[in-house]
């Protein structure tokens, strides 16, 4: 057991109260002392993903932010449109912290052996509440990093890895041979055509602008499409045609994408087919919807058949249902892969009072490629 | 071996041009002398089903349809919009028999002892051409009815009756306990609630007019919300609350009720949350689209957090799923309640000839309650 004096520590908080106003603000907070199976993990390093995003701001206009309080802590408040608070009425009035997924050093440790060994060892962790300078978390929860890796490195070890990597095993595990990826610039869209690369995987690359692009190219993506291109539904198709990809992962959600998509698979497969069939292609097309970066209604046009899906994808159930040893097994491959497939880059590093300055936030709430920050809660603290 | 002369016969056809002209047409044919497995059915009495409409029509514009040639042999055509002539593109200037199921007496038979055994006995079939006067077809295909079962009693076998028990069989196997349906009161949606009332199964009925919530309040239906009812969605959230049903099978195809549907499932699991997810309820929620009656694009608002899907339904990949002898079992079932729970009902009798008259198109492509018509293609000839 350590026998340390209580900790205390900032950690950022995220509530909607009942007259629609959104309040983040950082809280002086004692961390727990950790149970016997518990380790404080002193968060250094801890990334700001889309998904964290949505917690931290619910469904707040970001335009109407405005920041009070102290530069050392600072209150943001923004307005939450009429509208949309119904969507609000499950976290009203909880004081919410933030943060899937961090690295850091284990500062203290619980008596069980499991506990202790991990004391002075950097680890990542995932489980919520890591803007924070200490997270109580279980040691079971702790994957610890390789000697020479920094928290920076370890920061975004879950979240956008396992994401990326779940993806080509949904693909595997569901009879598919090569996939469709949209927003395809992305951080973790990166990661993934690294692992197709290494995989020898077909990945069809959607992106929005000739940059992005670009960028794919440079990293030796052999298929791109680039929706600003007036040709953009053939050169789907011819993709589609080419790689046979049959499931694709869109982090856009909204709009005509997801069935566009569609559309241009069942294009590509028809292109072979022998007769017709006023049902079309009897291959199941899939697109799963993992994010929401178009937050409009999705719409599409039934003009593929009646073999196809659309549907959610998240994570975590997805590890639930792959079960307990083949989640350990994407894992392992994150940690022996880190530097190289699963690295991640950050645009800047802050501390937890500048994510609540105004120019920052205009800058992460984009979710814009080359617009990634990773928070070090103790920047201001150690250094 | 049958030693009859060739038999002559009408068939429906339905052709699309390349210049975008639809023209359904009856011809004479000259039915095939059966193979040693197949036998000759003189068809009296085949449904027109949604399904069968849009073979039939394709994507013509029934507006447009005019009738030429005789009253025995008339000729219908109709403009399919160019926009539409993209999905025709596979059954271009193909001749196309048209009717999936129907029923009628066996008139000829190959030489195989299975074949033979049906000689004179009252069969049902499906497999597409049935808008025929004659069908030859194997013997395997067929299912012979119930001495004292006429062909219009036996006419609609299939389809319907598979369809709804696909539905509930779908329910089980995916793991819901309660169901929703939509276009309720039509005759699949009537048999459904026979069904569902027989096997003690909850069942959520959609629909649009208060005399079709009539019908199957009527029939003993327990819950039925009107969309046409100002507090739609509270009364279908609160359907939804009372059955658990997190499963829909949707017939529009078209429009915002397949997500007004996951939005109120959604509601509905939320009531009973404990605690603040902002992926929303960790249920898995699913509509399947098993028709199109509003052919319109498919538009949804994604408040449901992420377990959910919508797909694409249709009868006979399900049967192919789930195997021969689980097939089997629902058709012993059809044919055990043929005349109590599939039992189908039809406002008319038609010839073929019939069939291709304007007011019999412009009732029967209303696809509407209580416009449902069965051709009897021996009617004129038989009579």
Not at 62 to 78: D, F, K
Request: charged share 15%; glycine share 10%; aromatic share 6%.
């Amino acid at each position: 057991m350590s026998t340390q004096p209580t900790r205390m520590g900032l950690q950022l908080r995220s509530l909607v109260k009942p007259d629609g106003e959104l309040e983040i603000s950082l809280l002086g907070v004692a961390t727990p002392d950790p149970a016997p199976d518990e380790v404080v993990v002193r968060i250094e390093g801890t990334p700001i993903n889309p998904s964290d995003i949505g917690l931290l701001f619910g469904a707040a206009d970001i335009s109407t932010a405005r920041v009070s309080g102290t530069p050392a802590s600072p209150v943001v408040t923004a307005q939450i449109p009429a509208r949309l608070m119904k969507g609000m009425a499950g976290r009203l009035g909880q004081s919410l912290p933030v943060g899937n997924e961090g690295a850091g050093v284990v500062v203290a440790a619980g008596s069980s052996a499991a506990a202790q060994a991990l004391l002075g060892r950097t680890v990542a962790a995932v489980g919520g509440a890591m803007y924070a300078q200490y997270r109580c978390i279980k040691a079971d929860q702790c994957l610890v990093l390789p000697e020479g890796t920094t928290p920076a490195e370890g920061a975004s070890c879950f979240v956008n890895p396992l994401t990326s990597l779940g993806m080509t095993e949904t693909m595997r595990r569901e009879g598919h041979k090569a996939l469709v990826h949209t927003a395809a610039a992305s951080n973790l869209g990166q990661m993934l055509n690294r692992i197709c690369i290494k995989d020898k995987i077909d990945l069809v690359n959607i992106v929005r602008k000739p940059e992005q692009a670009a960028i794919l190219k440079n990293i030796g993506a052999k298929y791109v499409c680039d929706t600003s291109s007036p040709a953009f539904l053939e050169e789907l198709t011819q993709a589609l045609a080419d790689t046979g990809a049959t499931i694709a992962f869109d982090a856009t959600g909204g709009g005509k994408l997801a069935g566009q998509i569609l559309t241009c698979m069942e294009a590509a497969l028809n292109r072979n087919a022998k007769e017709y069939s006023r049902y079309g292609s009897t291959t199941h097309k899939q697109v799963y919807l993992y994010g929401s970066l178009d937050t409009g209604p999705t719409e599409f046009v039934r003009n593929f058949g009646m073999a196809w899906g659309i549907g959610g994808w998240l994570l975590f159930p997805f590890l639930q249902r792959i079960g307990a040893s083949a989640a350990q097994a994407l894992r392992q491959r994150v940690v022996a892969e880190l530097k190289t497939t699963f690295a991640s880059s950050y645009s800047k590093e802050i501390s937890l009072a500048e994510a609540l300055q105004p120019e920052a936030i205009a800058v992460y709430c984009q979710r814009a490629t080359g617009t990634k920050y990773l928070i070090n809660p103790n920047k201001a603290v150690s250094t």
